[in-house]
């Protein structure tokens, strides 16, 4: 007979999460003097959410009234088909479908039904990166995987393009062995292809200066010193998961939601630059680009036309 953390385990399996760990709820201690003196140096931008609950981004006991365990999930968003025009703005892989925000609530619920029928309620809370919880620190103390240069979760076998969701629960369940060792070594290739130069150090990040800030977080205009530097992306950017020499191991993903359609793979540059309201509403309708707005999107294919 299973115990609670082989059923829970075993449940996220089948849902199609790849990776599950688990960690004892806690207070990140060496996490909390890093994340103040981040926000204190402004490398969030204009991320101003970031600056709001901080005690809670450092204890999920304050999500959870009694937790006791976080248990990590990863989700594999790899896609092997890419954009087809070779001169189309790019967007990040993880909104080339549906938003996985959406898809990967609704299997955290899923799981926690199938929890909750066979011990009982309890409370639990699944998340995936819709509250404040440091899904990395998490990541790394339930064996995922070692925090990249890039900031990134990267696992060994998978490399890093993957989703991570949570589930903080007031259940005892134990706890796996945390990741310890950092595999990155002597490779600087992500600090050194970044073209805005926004990993500062191995580990360090000024997202304001993160093309995927100033594409989908940025709301004012984008600095004149960033032209020419944004690689043709309008929406995220994958450039330092691409060159890392551990995504030699991403796989194609098999989740049939997160398969890009035809007409969003066929779009010419043209077709970029011409969009219309209507055409966006359809295309990205339930993608996560909808986040940007239309008025968002064509500011960045604008931006990348002119400066570019």
Known sequence: ????????????????????????????????????????????????????????????????????????????????????????????QYAYSLDYHDVIRDKLNLLLNNAREKYGDFQARGFVDSAPVLENAWAKRAGIGWIGKHTLIINKRKGSFFFLASIVMDLKVEEDPPFKTDHCGTCTRCIDFCPTEAILAPG?????????????????????????????????????QEVCPWNRFSITNHEPAFKPSEEFLNMTQR??????????????????????????????????????
């Open 1 to 92: 007979m299973l115990g609670i953390k082989e059923n829970l385990r075993q449940w996220a399996l089948e849902l199609g999460f790849q990776d599950v760990g688990f960690a004892q709820a806690g207070f990140l201690s060496e996490e909390a003097p890093l994340l103040e003196n981040w926000l204190k140096q402004g490398y969030h931008g204009q991320m101003k959410y970031m600056e709001n609950w901080f005690d809670k981004r450092l204890d999920p006991r304050l999500l959870v009234d009694g937790a006791k365990t976080v248990m990590v999930m990863t989700y594999n968003y790899h896609q092997e088909e890419k954009q087809r025009c070779s001169n189309a703005p790019k967007i990040s």
């Open 204 to 240: 360090l990040l000024d997202a304001s200066k993160c093309i995927s800030y100033l594409t989908i977080e940025l709301k004012d205009a984008i600095p004149d010193s960033f032209k020419g530097k944004t690689d043709g992306w309008v929406f995220g950017c994958d450039i330092c």
């Open 271 to 308: 077709d970029w630059e011409e969009m219309t309201q209507e055409t966006f509403s359809r295309v990205f309708r339930k993608s996560a680009v909808k986040r940007t707005k239309y008025a968002g999107l064509m500011r960045n294919i604008k931006f990348l036309k002119e400066n570019d």
